[in-house]
């Protein structure tokens, strides 16, 4: 027998490739990388362990392309709460980990946390000692002075946001994140006046750059996206309101788009923790209907979607949901939530199960080319081949046994 190989059967698997679905499917694992793919007869050897998992639909994991590891929008007040104590924050960050993990999110890209703490979290999770996604971590993001984000003093100035930006690399991040609008969970910010000039967003891609890093902008709509998306960042995070001239720029440039609707559309998100703030609850309404009204327009342009949960942790599913909800297929909105958010982050071993792929995959009870809905039924989570979701507990974190 092959050391740490091990062939898990289902009644279905789609790959996160293609558009079929595998009947009577396997995924054959080795040392937390695929091997293969395909019809279990076809992989199954007289050597070889086999998992069967049951009459379920095997996709690949989620990724989560933004999120935090410590807020939470239904309890109000975003900004206070990243100004809470760092052990505050931190012991609230392993709950909420856990509730991604339990949803099918696999990979995290999480955009902004102070106190290191998205860095020793993402450490913890890798070494085991936590439960939850693999996390992909950006340190405290860039907001001028009282900007939307900047939980403190911020920065601004060509070279002063260099300097911030080295200081972030020093510290090993994963990527940059700036805030160029303001944001719908602030009371004293607009949603599409752009933060920062032409000069200050190319001083922060171009030291990024150098390090090989790449930026992703909070941004709604606006100069606040056109200055971004001309200047080099990769991504715009929420996007919601977008009109024909941001999105034929981003299309232009390349620049994907991560929409994060669980957080403005679902009554545990922003409406549940900020309903008594008029002017807050006042940019709610604003989105909410112009990303309805709008999500036609962003379908048909063509810019390259993929989806985040804005701390919204769990609502992973409601995600994708969303976008067919507002015209996407189930495939695209299941492309969105896998292969897209690999390519996004530049990791394409994620999002897809195919040779070579890491083994992180998802058990859904129910088909979700067919019925969407299905991506909130998980019946079992794994990350690099290990089981670490049954019937929505955790398992195998932390459960060594230990002997005095």
Not at 70 to 80: A, F, I, K
Not at 274 to 292: C, G, L, N
Not at 379 to 393: I, P, S, Y
């Amino acid at each position: 027998m092959t050391a740490g190989r091990r062939l898990y059967t289902a009644g279905r698997l789609w790959d996160g490739v293609g558009a079929d679905v595998v009947a009577d499917a396997g995924v054959l694992v080795e040392n937390g990388t695929v091997m293969a793919t395909g019809r279990a007869a076809t992989l199954a050897s007289a050597d070889t362990p086999v998992e069967d998992l049951g009459e379920v639909t095997v996709v690949p994991g989620f990724v989560d392309c933004h999120t935090h590891v410590t807020v939470r929008p239904g309890e109000g007040d975003q900004h206070g709460q990243l100004a809470q104590p760092a052990v505050w924050q931190t012991i609230r960050g392993v709950r909420n980990l856990a509730r991604m993990l339990r949803s099918g999110v696999t990979t995290a890209k999480i955009m902004t946390e102070h106190h290191g703490i998205d860095l020793e979290f993402r450490d913890a999770v890798a070494r085991g000692e936590v439960a939850g996604p693999r996390l992909l971590v950006a340190g405290a993001g860039l907001s001028p002075p009282g900007g939307h984000g900047a939980g403190g003093a911020g920065v601004a100035g060509p070279e002063a946001l260099r300097a911030a930006v080295r200081e972030r690399v020093a510290l090993g991040v994963d990527h940059i994140k700036i805030f160029t609008t303001g944001g719908v969970s602030s009371t004293d910010s607009t949603l599409a006046q752009s933060n920062y000039s032409a000069e200050e967003i190319a001083a922060v891609t171009e030291e990024a750059a150098r390090a090989g890093l790449t930026v992703h902008a909070h941004a709604h709509g606006g100069p606040g996206v056109d200055l971004a998306v001309a200047n080099g960042i990769h991504s715009i995070e929420h996007g919601a309101l977008l009109d024909e001239q941001n999105l034929a720029g981003m299309v232009a440039h390349g620049t994907w788009l991560v929409s994060t609707q669980s957080i403005l559309f679902h009554p545990a998100g922003i409406e549940s923790g900020d309903a008594a703030v008029p002017a807050i609850m006042s940019k709610v309404t604003e989105a909410r209907q112009y990303a309805s009204a709008n999500a036609p327009r962003v379908h048909e342009s063509g810019v390259r979607v993929a989806v985040g949960t804005d701390s919204m942790h769990g609502f992973i599913g409601y995600e994708m949901h969303w976008l067919v909800d507002h015209g996407w297929s189930p495939l695209e909105a299941l492309v969105a939530g896998t292969r897209r958010g690999g390519e996004l982050i530049g990791d394409t071993s994620v999002g897809v199960l195919r040779e070579g792929s890491r083994a992180d995959f998802v058990a859904l009870r129910g088909n979700p080319l067919e019925d969407i809905s299905a991506v909130y039924d998980v019946a079992a989570v794994f990350r690099a081949g290990t089981k670490l979701v049954e019937d929505g507990r955790l398992a195998g974190i932390c459960d060594e046994e230990v002997r005095p």
